[in-house]
Nanobody, 121 residues
Framework: QVQLVESGGGLVQAGGSLRLSCAASGRSFSINDMGWYRQAPGKQRELVATITKGGFTNYADSVKGRFTISRDNAKNTVYLQMNSLKPEDTALYYC???????????????WGQGTQVTVSS
């Protein structure tokens, strides 16, 4: 199976920065699109940013200009650089990857466990 391992969450003051990482591990797999989602208290899970295998990106309007998604295909890793953080960015952040495997042959979405980002005012 494929596992996504996240790191980089934590507590930061407003205006600060964090860098989230998510690495996929397993055997006989390749990754298509990857992305970051978040869920704040009382709200539904929402898209933060996505990136295709070829490097095309998409961002939620609320983070555009402040967050940057990137990936290292050789390391099967996606990153989220978060700058100028605001209290409203506080949420559980989830890594997502659409993964193709050959043993067994399947295409499926995988999710990380979630990492907490807390921004204090």
């Amino acid at each position: 199976q494929v596992q996504l391992v996240e790191s980089g969450g934590g507590l930061v003051q407003a205006g600060g920065s964090l860098r989230l990482s998510c690495a996929a591990s397993g055997r006989s797999f390749s990754i298509n699109d990857m992305g970051w989602y978040r869920q704040a208290p009382g709200k539904q899970r929402e898209l933060v940013a996505t990136i295709t295998k070829g490097g095309f990106t998409n961002y939620a309007d609320s983070v555009k200009g402040r967050f940057t998604i990137s990936r290292d295909n050789a390391k099967n890793t996606v990153y989220l650089q978060m700058n100028s953080l605001k209290p409203e960015d506080t949420a559980l952040y989830y890594c997502n990857a659409n993964v193709f495997t050959t043993t067994p042959l399947r295409l499926a979405d995988y999710w990380g466990q979630g990492t907490q980002v807390t921004v204090s005012s």
